[in-house]
Nanobody
């Protein structure tokens, strides 16, 4: 079953921007974290960013801090990942996922229960 649906991936030059969207209508409860993960060929999956709570607390991995911004719409059914100043090393399949209490401002849980199918992001040099 496809719990979440990602969109917005594509090909962009280094230094450019993309905005990913995650349709998450099943997970609007404030206790659900929505996280963005990425996986490049031959590499482990990496937690990139997550958002949780009525105050939309956020977490960012050091590798994207200052370049990526996570947010959600007022209905809480769509989560965005604005990616600026993209680098070739950002190339990966990006997944959104949901997990109860899966995020704090200091860390994001590695094991999320509900996943989308992913969207490809390719950054050319």
């Amino acid at each position: 079953e496809e719990w979440l649906v990602e969109s917005g991936g594509g090909l962009v030059q280094a230094g450019g921007s993309l905005r990913l969207s995650c349709a998450a209508s099943e997970f609007t409860d404030v206790d659900y974290a929505i996280g963005w993960f990425r996986q490049a060929p031959g590499k482990e999956r990496e937690g990139v960013s997550c958002i949780i709570g009525s105050d939309d607390s956020t977490y960012y991995a050091d590798s994207v801090k200052g370049r990526f911004t996570i947010s959600r719409n007022n209905a809480r059914n769509t989560v965005y990942l604005q990616m600026d100043s993209l680098k070739p090393e950002d190339t990966a399949v990006y997944y959104c996922a949901a997990e109860l209490w899966g995020c704090t401002t200091d860390r994001m849980t590695k094991e999320y229960d509900y996943w989308g199918r992913g969207t490809q992001v390719t950054v050319s040099s």
